[in-house]
């Protein structure tokens, strides 16, 4: 198999950022391409910032943070991506937006190139199809924070060649990551499970079933899991939820994939959760407080 040597990663949001700080930790000359300087500018801080972070925790020496972040090379030219052995993708869910850089990079990459999405809902086909290389075209969907998050999903499509998917699995590996092997379905394995029930949740606020607090309460004790899933849509994003049940919901058809009436007005309301400051809970104080939905 052709060795990976250099990492390309189109986008520098929450996930891209988060790729590119673990492939450059992992010993990858890393290559980031985002739209504007400010926006790579606040992704390195926010790199420099984790890895402290790591330092201070002793999970990181510090000699190697500075070797990572000396592999970092930030652009706004996608071109500068044309010499990486695997191109990540993890810009904002729209097709139209990833094929479109994905056909701007196919000519210019090499043959053995591996073209990679972080698509949470996607399918991979929908984005090889646009190329001329789907058999070196896979999934690499990672979990937020990518850093501390171990699993990522490896998605393979019916054009997927054997060589293109063991390269990605071990490429996954050396991120010091959990691979496992999924099929090109809409949600993958984590989201298609996921998905239904974070809107079940949100369907149980809007029947009244119990309070915000005590449904999460309720998931947490009672199933074990480290938060609550009105907690975990705020982590997340309510507008990302949306549009990623918007999409499973146009490929499935199933009621359970629907996105409910309040998850589309707390969105249109601009509560998309912690990174607008408010969604279930109220993030301006600590401990958050409830939001008062009028329901």
């Given at each position: 198999?052709?060795?990976?040597?250099?990492?390309?990663?189109?986008?520098?949001?929450?996930?891209?950022?988060?790729?590119?700080?673990?492939?450059?930790?992992?010993?990858?000359?890393?290559?980031?391409?985002?739209?504007?300087?400010?926006?790579?500018?606040?992704?390195?801080?926010?790199?420099?910032?984790?890895?402290?972070?790591?330092?201070?925790?002793?999970?990181?020496?510090?000699?190697?943070?500075?070797?990572?972040?000396?592999?970092?090379?930030?652009?706004?030219?996608?071109?500068?991506?044309?010499?990486?052995?695997?191109?990540?993708?993890?810009?904002?869910?729209?097709?139209?937006?990833?094929?479109?850089?994905?056909?701007?990079?196919?000519?210019?990459?090499?043959?053995?190139?591996?073209?990679?999405?972080?698509?949470?809902?996607?399918?991979?086909?929908?984005?090889?199809?646009?190329?001329?290389?789907?058999?070196?075209?896979?999934?690499?969907?990672?979990?937020?924070?990518?850093?501390?998050?171990?699993?990522?999903?490896?998605?393979?499509?019916?054009?997927?060649?054997?060589?293109?998917?063991?390269?990605?699995?071990?490429?996954?590996?050396?991120?010091?990551?959990?691979?496992?092997?999924?099929?090109?379905?809409?949600?993958?394995?984590?989201?298609?499970?996921?998905?239904?029930?974070?809107?079940?949740?949100?369907?149980?606020?809007?029947?009244?079933?119990?309070?915000?607090?005590?449904?999460?309460?309720?998931?947490?004790?009672?199933?074990?899991?480290?938060?609550?899933?009105?907690?975990?849509?705020?982590?997340?994003?309510?507008?990302?939820?949306?549009?990623?049940?918007?999409?499973?919901?146009?490929?499935?058809?199933?009621?359970?994939?629907?996105?409910?009436?309040?998850?589309?007005?707390m969105v249109l309301a601009g509560l998309n959760g912690r990174k607008s400051?408010?969604?279930?809970?109220?993030?301006?104080?600590?401990?958050?407080?409830?939001?008062?939905?009028?329901i």
């Amino acid at each position: 198999m052709t060795e990976i040597r250099r990492v390309g990663v189109l986008g520098c949001g929450l996930m891209g950022s988060g790729i590119a700080q673990v492939a450059a930790t992992a010993s990858y000359d890393t290559v980031v391409r985002d739209v504007s300087k400010d926006i790579w500018e606040r992704a390195r801080a926010g790199i420099e910032k984790s890895l402290a972070k790591l330092v201070e925790k002793g999970k990181l020496a510090a000699a190697n943070r500075d070797a990572a972040l000396k592999r970092l090379t930030f652009t706004t030219a996608t071109a500068e991506l044309q010499g990486c052995d695997i191109v990540v993708e993890a810009v904002t869910e729209d097709l139209e937006l990833k094929n479109a850089l994905w056909k701007e990079l196919d000519g210019r990459s090499g043959p053995m190139t591996i073209f990679a999405s972080n698509t949470s809902s996607l399918t991979i086909a929908a984005m090889a199809a646009a190329t001329r290389r789907s058999d070196r075209f896979v999934g690499l969907h990672f979990f937020n924070p990518v850093p501390l998050m171990p699993l990522v999903e490896v998605v393979r499509t019916v054009t997927t060649s054997e060589e293109t998917f063991r390269r990605a699995f071990a490429f996954a590996q050396s991120l010091g990551k959990e691979p496992v092997a999924a099929k090109d379905n809409s949600g993958f394995i984590v989201n298609l499970l996921l998905v239904p029930y974070l809107l079940d949740a949100i369907r149980a606020v809007e029947h009244g079933v119990a309070s915000v607090p005590d449904i999460d309460k309720a998931m947490q004790l009672g199933c074990g899991y480290p938060m609550g899933p009105l907690t975990l849509l705020d982590l997340v994003g309510l507008d990302t939820t949306y549009k990623i049940a918007e999409i499973m919901f146009t490929e499935y058809r199933e009621r359970r994939y629907a996105p409910p009436p309040l998850l589309k007005r707390m969105v249109l309301a601009g509560l998309n959760g912690r990174k607008s400051g408010k969604g279930f809970y109220d993030y301006s104080g600590d401990p958050p407080k409830v939001v008062d939905l009028g329901i």
